[in-house]
C-alpha cells in the first residue's frame, strides 16, 4: 500500500445550519489557513480550496434542508487540495470568512449560502471569496488578490499567470501538448493480418500530429517516444509531468473480434467503463507492461491511488469537455466515428491528475479497409488536421474564459 502522507491542515469536522433564509456552513480546522470558496453551475457545486489537508471529518451529516447531495474531497494540484459540496439547486454565497480560536472553539471557516441566483463578478466569472491565491505554477501564496483564480461559467478552474506583463507574457506562451504514440519496440500492439502493426500507425500519425501542431505557430509538442521503443504507462504519464503538458493526447488503434467494426473514438478516466467493450480495451491497454516483463501489483496500487485523486479535481472536467468538442470537430472534418464516440474507462495511461488527458483510438486495424486507410499518409494527415481544430477551439476557448 502506498503510505498516507501526513500535513499539519486537518479538517476535523464540517457541519450544517439551516435558517429561514440561509444555510451556514462550518468547517473546523485543526489551524486556521486561508481559503478560497465559490460557486460553480451545470452541475451545482460549492467548492472549498485550501493548503493540503487530511481529511478527519469522516462521514459528514447532511441535512436534507442544506441542499447537500454528496461532498467529495482531493488534491487540485501541488499544494492546494478542494472539497466540492455536490447541490440539488442553485446557490449564491453570501458571506465567507475565518474565524479563529477562542476558549474551547477551534479554527474554523464559516460560509453562508442561500438558494438566489449567482451573482457573478467581473467579466461574467464567479465571484470567489477568501484570501487564498493560487500561482500558475501550482502552491499558493498567503494572502493575496481573491481574484487569484478564474472560475468560467463552463466550470473550470484556470489558474492565474501572474508575470510583470500579463498581457504579452499571455500572447507569448504557446501551450505544451503531449502526444503519446501507444505501444512500441517489443510491445507491437494491434495488428492487421500481421502486416500492419499498431505501433508503427501511431508512431506515423502522432509525428503528423506534432508536424501539424507545430506548423500552426501556436503550441510547442512533445512526443513520449521518437522512435520504435518500449516505455511503460507510468514513464508515459511521467513525461507529460516533467515538461509539464497543458495537454495530454494517447494515440491508438484497436482490434476487435467483429470485422466489420470500424469508426475513430475518443476515450477518457473513469472508474467505470461505458461499455462492456471499453471496459476490455481498458484492461488490454493497462496490462501492456507485461509484454516487458514488469510487475504489476505495485502500477496498480499507484493506478487505484492517484485515480481516486484524479476523480475529484477539475482536471477530469476539463478531459470530458475536450473530449466532447473534439468528437464533434472528427465528425464534422469527415472522419468516420464510432456510435457513441465519447466513451470512458479506467485507462491507466491517462492518470495524471493535473493534465487534462484523451486516448484517441484511430480506428480498428481488424477491420481490412479501415487498415490500409490508417496505414496511408493522407488519411493520417486528415485525422491530424481533424485533431489539430479541436486543439484549436479548446485552447481558443480557454483563453476566452
Given amino acids: 500500500m502506498l503510505p498516507k502522507l501526513a500535513y499539519a491542515l486537518s479538517i476535523d469536522d464540517v457541519r450544517f445550519g439551516v435558517y429561514p433564509n440561509k444555510v451556514r456552513m462550518v468547517l473546523d480546522l485543526s489551524e486556521a489557513a486561508d481559503f478560497r470558496s465559490f460557486v460553480l453551475n451545470n452541475p451545482e457545486r460549492l467548492v472549498i480550496d485550501l493548503p493540503h489537508f487530511d481529511w478527519k471529518a469522516g462521514q459528514v451529516d447532511k441535512p436534507s434542508q442544506a441542499g447537500i447531495k454528496d461532498i467529495r474531497q482531493g488534491k487540485l494540484m501541488p499544494g492546494i487540495s478542494r472539497i466540492v459540496f455536490d447541490l440539488d439547486k442553485t446557490a449564491t454565497i453570501s458571506t465567507a470568512y475565518l474565524l479563529k480560536k477562542n476558549k474551547n472553539k477551534s479554527d474554523r471557516i464559516v460560509i453562508d449560502f442561500d438558494w438566489r441566483a449567482e451573482v457573478s463578478g467581473k467579466n461574467g466569472e464567479a465571484k470567489i471569496f477568501g484570501t487564498l491565491s493560487v500561482e500558475s505554477g501550482g502552491g499558493y501564496t498567503h494572502g493575496g488578490d481573491q481574484d487569484g483564480a478564474r472560475i468560467t461559467k463552463a466550470g473550470f478552474v484556470i489558474p492565474p499567470v501572474k508575470p510583470r506583463n500579463t498581457d504579452s507574457a499571455a500572447k507569448r506562451y504557446k501551450p505544451l501538448i503531449i502526444v503519446d504514440p501507444g505501444h512500441g519496440g517489443v510491445d507491437p500492439g494491434a495488428t492487421s493480418g500481421g502486416s500492419i502493426y499498431e505501433k508503427h500507425i501511431t508512431l506515423a500519425l502522432s509525428h ?148 487534462p488527458s484523451i486516448l484517441i483510438e484511430a480506428g480498428f486495424l481488424s477491420n481490412k479497409n479501415e487498415a490500409i486507410m490508417l496505414n496511408k499518409p493522407e488519411y493520417r494527415r486528415k485525422l491530424a488536421r481533424s485533431i489539430v481544430i479541436g486543439v484549436d477551439k479548446y485552447f481558443r476557448q480557454m483563453q476566452q474564459n
Wanted: net charge negative.
Fill in 208 to 355: 503528423e500530429l506534432k508536424r501539424q501542431l507545430e506548423s500552426t505557430g501556436r503550441y510547442r509538442v512533445e512526443l513520449t517516444r521518437e522512435k520504435d521503443i518500449f516505455i511503460p504507462l507510468k514513464k508515459r504519464v511521467e513525461i507529460a509531468h516533467k515538461h509539464s503538458g497543458d495537454l495530454f493526447i494517447s494515440v491508438h488503434a484497436d482490434t476487435i473480434h467483429k470485422k466489420n467494426v470500424r469508426g475513430a473514438s475518443v476515450y477518457t478516466l473513469s472508474r467505470e467503463a461505458s461499455d462492456e467493450q471499453t471496459a476490455k480495451l481498458a484492461e488490454k491497454e493497462n496490462r501492456v507492461d507485461l509484454i516487458a516483463g514488469l510487475d504489476l501489483d505495485i502500477e496498480d496500487e499507484q493506478v487505484a491511488y492517484i485515480l481516486g485523486d484524479f476523480l475529484m479535481t477539475e482536471t477530469s472536467n476539463q478531459s470530458k469537455y475536450f473530449a466532447n468538442m473534439l468528437v464533434e470537430d472528427m465528425k464534422g472534418s469527415g472522419v468516420k466515428m464510432l456510435q457513441n464516440p465519447h466513451r470512458y474507462a479506467g485507462f491507466a495511461v491517462l492518470k495524471s491528475p493535473e493534465i
